[in-house]
């Protein structure tokens, strides 16, 4: 009689959850940009480009520079992302999700060492927007090839539009409600307490905790959905 092997995809947190942290994250790395370096987004990019046509247009307070910075540098993570993607996204999804997760890891983290060595700077701002974008850019192209409904860790235009209209007030189900209402308030939780850590203790604190969260889920996350 033959043992049953455990399934490796299986071992860890689910990636649900997962990426309902992820969200928290990019709570966090919206509020460092967009509080702390100048009105950029360096997770929603949907933002971002609304940003820059504010700056295109002269409105005050907005930056060309910075905006593009974001944009051009997530481009870049999303296309290595999606090399890393075609290269081991046929193998073990754990060992896919943890490798990237790793590399967001230390990319905020590079940036969180920036922000606390050299505050205040403008090399500083647009390393942060670089790195940050990077990671978030990286992030997201794996996100979106893992492929979890209603999970995109940065972006709830859809998912707020699929909590209304699938709800039994349009007609639907809800069945995947809790899904997309967590997604939702992670948002919130996230971008509050990063808003709450950049106003009270720079933009470091915040970065550092990112860094901290990505690099545990690197560790912990499983295969599977």
Not at 151 to 175: F, K, P, Q
């Amino acid at each position: 009689m033959t043992t049953p092997t455990a399934d490796p995809e299986g071992r860890g947190v689910r990636l649900v959850a997962v990426l309902l942290v992820l969200t928290v994250v990019s709570g966090l790395i919206d509020a460092v940009s967009y509080l702390g370096l100048g009105r950029v987004f360096t997770a929603n990019m949907t933002g971002n480009v609304v940003v820059l046509g504010f700056a295109a247009a002269g409105a005050p307070g907005f930056s060309v520079p910075g905006t593009a910075t974001s944009l051009v540098c997530f481009l870049l993570g999303a296309v290595v992302g999606g090399r890393a993607a075609a290269r081991y996204g046929r193998g073990p999804r754990r060992r896919w999700a943890r490798l990237i997760l790793a590399a967001e890891a230390l990319l905020v983290g590079v940036a969180a060492a920036v922000g606390f060595g050299w505050p205040g700077t403008t090399g500083t701002r647009y390393a942060l927007i670089a790195l940050t974008a990077f990671a978030m850019g990286l992030r997201n192209a794996t996100v979106r090839r893992l492929g979890v409904p209603d999970l995109t860790t940065t972006v709830l235009t859809m998912t707020l539009t699929g909590l209304a209209a699938d709800s039994r007030l349009g007609a639907g189900t809800g069945r995947r409600s809790p899904r997309r209402t967590a997604s939702v308030v992670a948002m919130v939780v996230g971008a509050a307490l990063g808003a709450w850590l950049v106003l009270h203790h720079g933009l470091g604190v915040p970065l550092l905790v990112a860094a901290a969260a990505a690099g545990v889920l690197a560790v912990v996350a499983s295969g599977r959905e």
